[in-house]
């Protein structure tokens, strides 16, 4: 199954998880980048199977052995240790994880695994002692206690799992899941990681104790105290846990505290005492799987490695009946990956569609988690950050906390305070919407241990119990933080969950990542049915749709120009692997090709294609490939032909002149002057014999006296040879003692090449720390310069504002004096219509008399008509004098009230302008307080780049 994935493109072969890990390998090896493969989905869909399945792809295709080597086996025997310990049955899933990992898979230059690492987050301690109904703790437990062995049940002090109080989902098989073939996989895999017979026992033991301490029978006493009348599990648990159990009674049910500077004893209720038993449980279980993982990176680990893959496997989103702060930690989690996916599917790609001066138009898919994640974690109004707040404050408790949370994100669309339920209320999350209920919050955010209990583990006479409570054993290295240690009161649960995460996150980031998304296919965990609505929902809220969306619509694949002219050079004519314009040559490779403009677009560094296009491209390349190696093969054949004919060639002429020369041998022995010839040979050799002995002699005698010449150089020379020699033996003493000065020379050219080299990095990081130096100054300085001129236009600004406030007092003080003009006038005229209105009423009255002496007597008639009309002119000019007094009195009250309104308006204006100042005056004091803090900045800087500057002599 592997091998047809192994080396082979997506579009070649069928969807499969192996054919993402085999891209992600790829990539690493070409692109020399760091990947990350990220396995998401909800509870139950098939994250962990898939982590194995990659885990298990990794190690054949880059193991050193295919897989079968020493690294390889305990890279694969380290998922069986982790689910037996950190899995549990769920209602959605029977083999959940309840903690997070991310696992490192570490790789050479060469592509080969040299290692790996497992990062573990928020195990869920709280499962030790309690379960929903229908579903169990985590597996080792039941493991422990199906069939064990006679020599376990003694040991350990085992019992059927139905006597045990600390199953309290009742809940004890799984269908097809046999525990007891599982616990021996499980010890074998420990073997193969490395875990001595000591320690495995050790971790049983503890396994088996806190089984023991959740059967504690605490009963009520006198008053409200607790005592534990039935001892029997008290016993086994101390015993295996290797304490005094009068030690251990006295810290569950009569802890010492701390009240004032005297230590005094408290005696606890049932209830108390039964969280006391339980916190000393989650605690004993969360440091042993703490152990248990920096164990097995012990024994994967390598320190240095260039490359890795990060595989992430962490609880998928979780919506049940009851939610607590468990489900609030992983669905938290959950929402940062989806806004990370988010991100890099929609953000980052658009914004690197703008960056690139690509033609695009921005969309906006609606898809954004951060405002829930805001909610959640954002300092100081968060979910997270007022919780640790009341955790801090003394009399704080969940019905406060919630109080807090109701009043601070009333007005948040992602939050919902309950109708019904007091504790509980509701988020709004990207795969909907889930009720939390905040009882025990605190607690579990506090994670609580009475120091009596930490005190007794410390006193065990196991060292392996003592080592888990050792100073800084919660630590990431297991070594004491000064910093932390002064503040590990205020340091709680959330908060390390969520430094965790953020580190998490900033790996992810520095990754290139590939996104499996798990999906279940039914809630009724049937097997080969598919309900389509429940897909699509899946589909819809991790924005698996969206994503398809803006593969089609946008450019998902993009070659840097010069990258993409080294690989696809071979398919232009006239093009060399590097190019002087990789641009334009691009450009030309993609005209030969005839591809359509419409498939690609060419960016300011990059060329991107639509999906399937690089896909085409690569097939062209291939089939050039293979053209050319059909050449190469063509030239090569040919080239062994002709050496071959040439052989066999040369072969045949030599049987040629063989043959002829034999026929020609046979014709010349039957010659009869050949035979003559042969007859007189040996009479002509006889008289020559005579001379050629002379000769011989002579030439005997001459060597003679060669040889004695050669033995006198001879002696000579082995005269001078044993001189030689003796030299020899001095320059090789000389060139020995030569060669040690030579290799302590080279140690101290090695250690003087390593100290340069560290002086070098030092003097790099000096300089690049100047030039931040330098940039920081030159920045602080323009900062500075913004600063003060801000500053001057701001003092502009006040004194114009202080010139108008001027102006505008003025103007009031006019307007004040005019109003008390008007207002005296006002009086005056007043007081002339009283007198008018009291002329007119005696006027009346004497026209009414008059009238009254008209009726009477008719002699005055005459006379009374005179004074009549008399009286009517002057009646009539107090009513022309009345109705001018009305018309002035109008004309005033008019111009009193459009007074009191620029009054108003001006009063108003002042205040604005007075406010303004004063606004301006806080800004300017503000301004000037950034300005010395700058100033300070500057001469802080100036002052390191006076002790970061090298001396002449270094």
Sequence with gaps: ??????????????????????????????????????????????????????????????????????????????????????????????????????????????????????????????????????????????????????????????DRPENYKLFAGECYFVEGVNDSEEFTHTKNAMKVMGFSPAEQDSIFKLVAGILHLSNLPFEKSYGDAAVLKDKKSLENASALLKVSPT?????????????????????????????????????????????????????????????????????????????????????????????????????????????ENINWTFIDFGIDSQETIDLIEKKPTGLISLLEDECVFPKGTDETYLTKVSATHAKNPKYKKSQFNKKEFAISHY????????????????????????????????????????????????????????????????????????SLMSTLQATFPHFIRCIIPNYAKRPGALEAPIVLEQLRCNGVLEGIRITRKGFPNRLIYADFCKRYYILS????????????????????????????????????????????????????????????????????????????????????????????????????????????????????LEKQLQDREDIIKAKKEEIIKEEETRKKIEQQLSEINAALEDARKNLQDQRNIHLDLEDEK???????????????????????????????????????????????????????????????RSLESEIVSLKSETERANDSVNKLERSKQILEKEVLELKEMLATGGDNISKLETVKKGLAGEIKEVNLQLEEVGKKVESLEKTRKKLESDLKEKTQQVTDETALKQNLEAQKKKVETELDDLKSQLEQANSCLLYTSPSPRD
Excluded at 151 to 156: A, C, F, I, L, T
Excluded at 254 to 278: C, Y
Excluded at 771 to 798: G, M, Y
Aim: glycine share 6%; proline share 2%.
């Design 1 to 158: 199954m592997i091998d047809i994935y192994r080396g082979k493109r997506r579009t070649e072969v069928a969807p499969h998880v192996y054919a993402i890990s085999d891209n992600a390998y790829r990539n690493m090896l070409n692109d020399q980048q760091n990947q990350s493969m990220l396995i998401t989905g909800e509870s139950g869909a098939g994250k962990t199977e898939n982590t194995k399945k990659v885990i298990q792809y990794m190690a054949v295709v880059a193991g050193r052995t295919g897989g079968v080597g020493t690294l390889e086996t305990q890279i694969l025997e380290a998922n069986p240790i982790l689910e037996s310990f950190g899995n549990a049955k769920t209602l959605k899933n029977d083999n959940s994880s309840r903690f997070g990992k991310f696992i490192k898979i570490q790789f050479n230059h060469g592509g080969s695994i040299t290692g790996a690492t497992i990062s573990s987050y928020l195990l869920e301690k709280s499962r030790v002692t309690w379960q929903a109904r229908g579903e169990r703790t985590f597996h080792i437990f039941y493991q422990l206690l199906d069939r064990p062995s006679t020599e376990d049940k003694k040991k350990y002090f085992l």
């Design 247 to 355: 030690q251990l009674e006295q810290a569950l049910v009569r802890p010492k505290i701390k009240a004032g500077t005297e230590v005094v004893s408290t005696q606890l209720d049932v209830d108390k005492a039964s969280d006391s038993r339980n916190a000393l449980c989650k605690t004993l279980y969360g440091r042993l799987f703490l152990w248990i993982v920096r164990k097995i990176n012990s024994t994967l680990s390598q320190e240095k490695a260039p490359r890795f893959i990060g595989v992430l496997d962490i609880a998928g989103f979780e919506i049940f009946k009851h939610n607590s702060f468990e489900q609030l930690c992983i669905n938290y989690t959950n929402e940062r990956l989806q806004q990370f996916f988010n991100n890099h599917m929609f953000k980052l790609e658009q914004e690197e569609y703008m960056r």
């Design 431 to 502: 795969a909907g919407e889930v009720t939390y209920d905040v009882a025990g919050w605190l607690d579990k955010n506090k994670d609580p241990l009475q120091d009596d209990l930490e005190k007794t583990m410390k006193s065990s006479d196991d060292k392996f119990i003592r080592d888990l409570f050792v100073d800084g054993f919660l630590n990431e290295d297991g070594k004491v933080n000064a910093a932390r240690k002064k503040a590990a009161i205020f340091y709680f649960v959330a908060s390390q969950h969520k430094e965790g995460l953020g």
């Design 573 to 688: 004519k006239n093009l060399t692997r590097n190019p002087p314009d990789p641009k334009g040559a691009a450009k030309s490779i993609l005209e030969e090709l005839k591809i359509d403009p419409e498939q690609y677009r060419f960016g300011n560094t990059k060329v991107f294609f639509r999906t399937g296009t690089l896909a085409h491209i690569e097939e062209k390349r291939e089939q050039k490939v293979g053209q050319m190696i059909v050449a190469i093969q063509a030239a090569s054949r040919a080239f062994v032909a002709r050496k071959l004919y040439k052989k066999v060639k040369t072969q045949r002429n030599a049987i040629i002149i063989i043959g002829r020369s034999t026929r020609d041998f046979l014709d010349f022995k039957k010659w009869l002057w050949w035979k003559l010839y042969l007859t007189v040979k040996p009479i002509i050799e006889g008289e020559t």
């Design 750 to 812: 090695n250690r003087l090449e390593k100290l340069k080299a560290d002086l070098d990095r030092r003097q790099t990081s000096l300089e690049d720390e100047l030039k931040d130096l330098e940039e920081q100054t030159k920045e602080l300085n323009v900062l500075k310069a913004n600063v003060t001129k801000r500053v001057e236009e701001l003092q502009d600004h006040l004194n114009e504002e202080t010139t108008a406030r001027d102006a505008l007092d003025r103007v009031k």
